[in-house]
T-cell receptor, first 115, second 113 residues
Framework: GAVVSQHPSRVICKSGTSVKIECRSL??????MFWYRQFPKKSLMLMAT?????????EQGVEKDKFLINHASLTLSTLTVTSAHPEDSSFYIC???????????FGPGTRLTVT | QKEVEQDPGPLSVPEGAIVSLNCTYS??????FMWYRQYSRKGPELLMY??SSGNKEDGRFTAQVDKSSKYISLFIRDSQPSDSATYLC?????????????WGLGTSLAVNP
């Protein structure tokens, strides 16, 4: 149980375009999902917390107009990187909050490369 | 001082060894403690979670929490090459659905056959 999928697993896009990443909880309902960014050999950096049916809460320094988050249902949250630039190239990972404690279940990640 | 400290390693051990991974923290409000394993280019996988102090065992893995010392550990018995990964500790405090996890930097482990 507690499976989270993420799509696409890898995407290459041109500078200036937008990219949408989907995060789905497959076998449980997730009222809260999280979006992280991870640089090579670095720990996870929380970008935003997404609650179903409400606006996301962004961490300090994360541009909400650049990283659009939508959590329209209990099983789906999306992250859209708007007007992507090469510095946005990174590994993006979503997670869904579990039902028991504060555990989070992670998707497999999306490798974004902006050329 | 960071809220959570974790030695990044790398840690290299022979197959079959007992591995000890540790994190220290400064916030006494932390109550939930987790260990995740992350293989290269994959999302983290939840291994163990505990609430408050004490031990928890699951197969070859044992998690320990010592709140008085603000110290948590993950032990891996009979380590296997497939255990080679980065191990991250995470913990949380507070209330509500927006409760964030505070992460350690991760310890890179290599188990050599």
């Amino acid at each position: 149980g507690a499976v989270v999928s993420q799509h696409p697993s890898r995407v290459i896009c041109k500078s200036g375009t937008s990219v949408k990443i989907e995060c789905r909880s497959l076998d449980f309902q997730a009222t809260t999902m999280f979006w992280y960014r991870q640089f090579p050999k670095k720990s996870l950096m929380l970008m935003a917390t997404s609650n179903e049916g409400s606006k996301a809460t962004y961490e300090q320094g994360v541009e909400k107009d650049k990283f659009l988050i939508n959590h329209a249902s209990l099983t789906l949250s999306t992250l859209t990187v708007t007007s992507a630039h090469p510095e946005d190239s990174s590994f993006y990972i979503c997670s869904a909050k579990g039902l028991i404690l504060d555990e989070q279940y992670f998707g497999p990640g999306t490798r974004l490369t902006v050329t | 001082q960071k809220e959570v400290e974790q030695d990044p390693g790398p840690l290299s051990v022979p197959e079959g060894a007992i591995v000890s991974l540790n994190c220290t923290y400064s916030n006494s409000a932390f109550q939930y403690f987790m260990w995740y394993r992350q293989y290269s280019r994959k999302g983290p996988e939840l291994l163990m979670y505990t609430y408050s102090s004490g031990n928890k065992e699951d197969g070859r893995f044992t998690a320990q929490v010592d709140k008085s010392s603000k110290y948590i550990s993950l032990f891996i018995r009979d380590s296997q090459p497939s255990d080679s990964a980065t191990y991250l500790c995470a913990m949380s405090a507070g209330a509500g659905n927006n409760r964030k996890l505070i992460w350690g930097l991760g310890t890179s482990l290599a188990v050599n056959p």
